[in-house]
């Protein structure tokens, strides 16, 4: 691994001042920061819900497996008459006759024989096997995320370090000038101008804290945790050196997660005119019952009192010989339906390929630019040393020691953000690769 660290002794005193401040607070650490995200990020549990309710699609309950008992009553009454004529002559008539009855069921069905049933769970459970999958592209998006979030974390920390250390030499510088002054060996522009420099460092100061106040909150969202949870980031970064644009094309093709979520769905698809075909069979179910009735009939009616009751039992086939083309049509659309997801799969593979070049490309162009930063942040020290030390003893004046501050300012700021870019793009490089989740930060 590579290790990229750099001491300037100007900035000595501040960074002792600030590690005891990380001592006083300790450091959420790279694996910390990712134990927490797969535990409270949102997008995450979500994800996971989502593996559950597939889950549960699969039951037999769902799918038919398991028999239906259903309860039925009810009670019906009238009020009327009615008048009966017989062959010799007789009739009857009933006036005003109150009728009522009653009727109740238990019945029973249960599918024995369904093809489309137990071809319908086998993908199902491949749509389980599609949203883990899921859960894993949800995971390594929210997890470049919070990576992302860290590295600017630790980036705008280190440039409030070094602002801080600026504006504390600008003080300096101030108390000299004042000194100077208030004994006729200075002029009061150096105080002026003194000043001024401290009030342009205060604000430049105030807003970095402001800047990393912000990304504190955004890596504290990006994990799931509440919003001004105290952190302090690691600002140590390494870098591995095996990697190569070969190596990272091979595990592209074949460890990338969107490759991997293609696959699946061409598996899912592919089911789909097994379930159609499985339409061709019959099914066969049974079916029992259990029926009681009752019927209270009016004075002078036919029947006085009915009742009846009984078990009925039966099999049942039903079985779709010809459907009007339907399944023909169906067939012909899942086909083509496989025939473009393998065209997106092509489409993808073309853009990772591009996406890792282009990756790689950049990656290299970063390392490059880092260590120019790392040389030019070591020449900019030495100069503030070689400045300062002459304008201790009057040998420059207070413009020049204040361009040879700011240089050294930028110098240590470029190489901040030469560092945390580079490994910006790493883990960029190692998602597309499918190694992420691997990853030794």
């Given at each position: 691994?590579?290790?990229?660290?750099?001491?300037?002794?100007?900035?000595?005193?501040?960074?002792?001042?600030?590690?005891?401040?990380?001592?006083?607070?300790?450091?959420?650490?790279?694996?910390?920061?990712?134990?927490?995200?797969l535990e409270?990020?949102?997008?995450?549990?979500?994800?996971?819900?989502?593996?559950?309710?597939?889950?549960?699609?699969?039951s037999?309950?769902?799918?038919?497996y398991?028999?239906?008992?259903?309860?039925?009553?009810?009670?019906?009454s009238?009020?009327?008459g009615?008048?009966?004529?017989?062959?010799?002559?007789?009739?009857?008539?009933?006036?005003?006759?109150?009728?009522?009855?009653?009727?109740?069921?238990?019945?029973?069905?249960?599918?024995?024989?369904?093809?489309?049933?137990?071809?319908?769970v086998?993908q199902l459970?491949?749509?389980?096997?599609?949203?883990?999958?899921?859960?894993r592209?949800?995971?390594?998006?929210?997890?470049?995320?919070?990576?992302?979030?860290?590295?600017e974390?630790?980036?705008?920390?280190?440039?409030?370090?070094v602002?801080?250390?600026?504006?504390?030499?600008?003080?300096?510088?101030l108390?000299r000038?004042?000194?100077?002054?208030?004994?006729?060996?200075?002029?009061?522009?150096?105080?002026?101008?003194?000043?001024?420099?401290?009030?342009?460092?205060?604000?430049?100061?105030?807003?970095?804290?402001?800047?990393?106040?912000?990304?504190?909150?955004?890596?504290?969202?990006?994990?799931?945790?509440?919003?001004?949870?105290?952190?302090?980031?690691?600002?140590?970064?390494q870098?591995?050196?095996?990697?190569?644009?070969?190596g990272?094309?091979q595990?592209?093709?074949?460890?990338?997660?969107?490759?991997?979520?293609?696959?699946?769905?061409?598996?899912?698809?592919?089911?789909?005119?097994?379930?159609?075909?499985?339409?061709?069979?019959?099914?066969?179910?049974?079916?029992?019952?259990?029926?009681?009735?009752?019927?209270?009939?009016a004075?002078?009616s036919?029947?006085?009192?009915?009742?009846?009751?009984?078990?009925?039992?039966?099999?049942?086939?039903?079985?779709?010989?010809?459907?009007?083309?339907?399944?023909?049509?169906?067939?012909?659309n899942?086909?083509?339906?496989?025939?473009?997801?393998?065209?997106?799969?092509?489409?993808?593979?073309?853009?990772?390929?591009?996406?890792?070049?282009?990756?790689w490309?950049?990656?290299?162009?970063?390392?490059?630019i880092?260590?120019?930063?790392?040389?030019?942040?070591?020449?900019?020290?030495?100069?503030?040393?070689?400045?300062?030390e002459?304008?201790?003893?009057g040998?420059?004046?207070?413009?020049?020691?204040?361009q040879?501050?700011?240089?050294?300012?930028?110098?240590?700021t470029?190489?901040?953000?030469?560092?945390?870019?580079?490994?910006?793009?790493?883990?960029?490089?190692?998602?597309?690769s499918?190694g992420?989740?691997?990853?030794?930060?």
């Amino acid at each position: 691994m590579i290790q990229f660290k750099f001491i300037v002794s100007a900035f000595t005193l501040l960074a002792f001042l600030w590690s005891g401040r990380a001592f006083a607070q300790s450091i959420l650490t790279k694996a910390e920061a990712i134990k927490i995200t797969l535990e409270n990020n949102y997008d995450i549990r979500v994800a996971k819900n989502n593996i559950e309710v597939a889950k549960n699609n699969t039951s037999p309950g769902l799918n038919g497996y398991l028999p239906t008992v259903t309860g039925t009553a009810g009670a019906n009454s009238s009020l009327g008459g009615s008048t009966q004529k017989f062959s010799n002559g007789n009739e009857i008539r009933v006036q005003n006759a109150f009728n009522w009855g009653a009727n109740a069921a238990v019945s029973a069905n249960y599918t024995i024989v369904d093809k489309t049933r137990s071809t319908t769970v086998r993908q199902l459970k491949e749509i389980v096997n599609l949203t883990d999958l899921q859960l894993r592209q949800t995971i390594e998006a929210n997890l470049l995320e919070v990576f992302n979030n860290y590295f600017e974390v630790a980036r705008l920390t280190q440039n409030s370090m070094v602002q801080e250390q600026t504006l504390e030499l600008s003080r300096q510088r101030l108390l000299r000038a004042q000194y100077q002054y208030d004994y006729g060996q200075g002029i009061r522009l150096n105080v002026l101008n003194a000043e001024v420099d401290i009030q342009r460092d205060s604000i430049n100061l105030l807003n970095l804290r402001n800047q990393l106040a912000n990304a504190k909150r955004n890596l504290n969202v990006a994990m799931g945790r509440v919003v001004d949870t105290p952190l302090e980031a690691d600002t140590v970064v390494q870098y591995n050196n095996t990697l190569s644009l070969n190596g990272l094309l091979q595990d592209t093709r074949t460890r990338n997660i969107a490759v991997f979520v293609a696959n699946k769905n061409l598996d899912i698809s592919a089911m789909d005119i097994d379930v159609i075909e499985s339409t061709r069979q019959p099914v066969i179910g049974a079916n029992a019952s259990y029926d009681y009735s009752f019927s209270d009939n009016a004075s002078g009616s036919f029947f006085d009192l009915s009742t009846s009751r009984g078990f009925s039992a039966g099999v049942n086939l039903s079985w779709n010989i010809f459907d009007g083309g339907r399944r023909k049509m169906q067939r012909q659309n899942a086909r083509i339906n496989i025939e473009s997801q393998l065209v997106q799969k092509e489409q993808i593979l073309q853009q990772l390929e591009r996406d890792v070049t282009n990756a790689w490309e950049s990656y290299q162009n970063a390392l490059f630019i880092l260590r120019a930063e790392q040389k030019n942040l070591s020449t900019n020290e030495l100069n503030f040393q070689r400045t300062q030390e002459l304008f201790k003893v009057g040998q420059v004046t207070s413009v020049e020691f204040r361009q040879a501050q700011l240089n050294l300012l930028n110098a240590a700021t470029n190489f901040n953000t030469a560092k945390y870019d580079a490994k910006a793009i790493e883990i960029q490089l190692m998602q597309l690769s499918g190694g992420l989740l691997e990853v030794d930060l």
